[in-house]
């Protein structure tokens, strides 16, 4: 049996299914006026009544919502677990899941953890006027402190979490996973399935798959906002009813969002033969330049105005199958081979502002198209990095002239010509920008690649040879042009061919230091000479 090897054969012939599911979230819950100094004086002093901020009053309020948390645990009989240094949360919620399980509960609290953390929180400090009085002042600081983790599951959310800080403002973490979510919708829907970890590996009817996608696209900021709040109606609230109708209520933003593409596979294939040639050609992704092809973002590189953050790849091995990670500024891309079933592909996101997406909950459909898109476009790349067949049709396309219509002969994009190799360098950059390019913007990278100055008549020329064979379009009404997906096929493939085989190995073959291929290359000589000289003899 062969077994497939590349990204491509696996995608297009050796997929059954695939569904794209948003996977881990980590939300923050917190109340919005109460993240600073002055929201905390107002609180002070409009709630509590009291007419000196100090952060003195709110201790009699941490230490009633700590024994209210005490007191639910025993009234409901919900376990109790003081977490010691490097003990496994999610080994603990295993443990208490599957007694939940057994017992044919469906929904309910398994057990409240409390551990000390580092946070943020806010302090009262003496400090001095002008006459020398004393005067108390309120800071932001970070302190270790009590946090209670209210392990649960939700009807239609599954297992979750929420870690509450038990000091003031009591900002809180929900932690859920959508794939799980996914699990329960389709389950209520009547859909037979399998089940994966974090996953779906099998449907009893295949036309069930397009209904399971449906679901899973429906989850939104309304579902999640409607879990918080049912959970905050069951556990200790911090804040009184009187505080809420005030309008200190929380509000959910978004710190770590995992976005999921699974593949599942016809038969089990093995993930190190699998992963080996995907991460042989593949270990380039963390360059800006190939990173920018699958985050869709433009990275500047000059020193004056250069995107921050770190760009790389990682191979991490972990018991047999490999994955492989490929680095943004703050988000991930992992990949892998998933119990020896399928191909997972996640993006994950620490920080929206990377995107340039805010964080609150309303955001997560912008973000959402962020992640499935990223997903996307890195099977895209590894497509064009697998598939050497289109090589020949690219070389030919790009090299022979074309004749117009017209009658009119347009030049071809020589291989290994300088030019024509700033061009195509130049299309992996400008496919980044949403808006396209102009004559002056393509003029001046390229100019800056070839080390001269290009004019603007020797840029219509080339965008006449692009556009004619294809490489870009004009967009209608405007001065802009946008680079066609066969554009950056074509500009990928050659560039990597000119950069990779044809430069390396001239270098190789011309350098002072001795070289396998210039022995190589030596011994082949030899031998056509030697052949030649058999066949003089013969004659």
Known sequence: ????????????????????????????????????????????????????????????ITDAFSKQMRRFAVDQGVPWVDFVKGQRKDDIMHERLARFEAAGHTEGVLFIGRAQEKTSLFRTEKRRNVEGRAYPWIVKTTGMVNHFYVYAVDADFGPFFLKFCSYFPYNARLCINGNEWAKRQAAKAGIGFTALDNAFASFDDPADVATVQAICASLGPDQIDALLRKWLAKVPHPYSKADRAAGYRYDISILQAEFSLTQMLDRPVSGRIFFEQVIRDNLDLGRPDQVGLVFNRRIHAGKKHQTPGRFRTRVITQGVTPSLHVDYKATTIKQYHKEGRALRTETTINNTYDFDIRKRLTNLPALCE???????????????????????????????????????????????????????????????????????????????????????????????????????????HSNHYQVTDTGIEHALFLTRAHDRLLRTGMAQLAGPEPHPLQAASRTYQHALDQLTKESGLAA
């Open 1 to 60: 049996m062969t077994l497939p090897r590349t990204v491509s054969d696996v995608v297009s012939e050796h997929t059954v299914f695939e569904v794209e599911c948003i996977d881990r979230m980590y939300l923050n819950v917190y109340v919005p006026q109460l993240q600073y100094a002055a929201g905390l004086v107002g609180y002070v002093q409009r709630q509590l009544g009291l007419p000196v901020a100090s952060t003195a009053p709110l201790s009699k």
């Open 370 to 476: 962020i992640g499935f898109t990223a997903n996307r476009r890195l099977l895209d790349v590894q497509r064009l990095s697998h598939d050497p067949a289109r090589g020949q049709q690219v070389f030919t396309t790009l090299n022979d002239p074309v004749t117009t219509e017209t009658g009119a002969r347009v030049a071809g994009l020589k291989f290994a010509d300088t030019r024509a190799m700033a061009l195509l360098h130049a299309l992996l950059v400008f496919r980044l920008l949403p808006d396209g390019f102009t004559n002056r913007d393509l003029r001046d990278l390229v100019g800056q690649l070839l080390g001269t100055v290009m004019s603007a008549g020797q840029m219509t020329y080339d965008l006449r040879r692009l556009r004619v064979h294809g490489l870009i379009v004009r967009r209608a």
